[in-house]
């Protein structure tokens, strides 16, 4: 049974920064793609940042570019996203999420998912 838990949430400042950790058990965290996705007040979850299992690609959503950054400890089976800067519109609850295949921007590619933490980021 693979499982997924996110810590690091919690509440910040405009401008501050967090850093959410994902801890992967049950399964070879090495053949998952990893990602981060959102889901702000009253809307539907988004892709906010990926990091593939072979560590040599990543992507961004536009809104986070240059203020977060995802990284991976294999050894560790944790993924990690630091988040600078915060905004107030960076305000939701965020999810890690594994897949076995390459699609990283499709949620119904995502073989597990955590429980969610929240980040709320006050003006």
């Known amino acids: 049974q693979v499982q997924l838990v996110e810590s690091g949430g919690g509440l910040a400042q405009a401008g501050g920064r967090l850093r959410l950790s994902c801890v992967v058990s049950?399964?070879?965290?090495?053949?998952?793609?990893m990602a981060w996705f959102r889901q702000p007040p009253g809307k539907e979850r988004e892709f906010v940042a990926v990091?593939?299992?072979?560590?040599?690609?990543?992507y961004y959503a536009d809104s986070v570019k240059g203020r977060f950054t995802i990284s991976r400890d294999n050894a560790a089976a944790t993924v990690f996203l630091q988040m600078d800067d915060l905004k107030p519109e960076d305000t939701a609850v965020y999810y890690c999420?594994?897949?076995?295949?390459?699609?990283?921007?499709?949620?119904?590619?995502?073989?597990?998912w955590g429980q969610g933490t929240q980040v709320t980021v006050s003006p």
């Open positions: 999420g594994a897949s076995r295949i390459w699609r990283p921007f499709d949620q119904s590619s995502y073989n597990y």
């Open positions: 049950g399964g070879n965290f090495r053949i998952y793609s």
């Open positions: 990091a593939k299992w072979s560590g040599d690609n990543s």
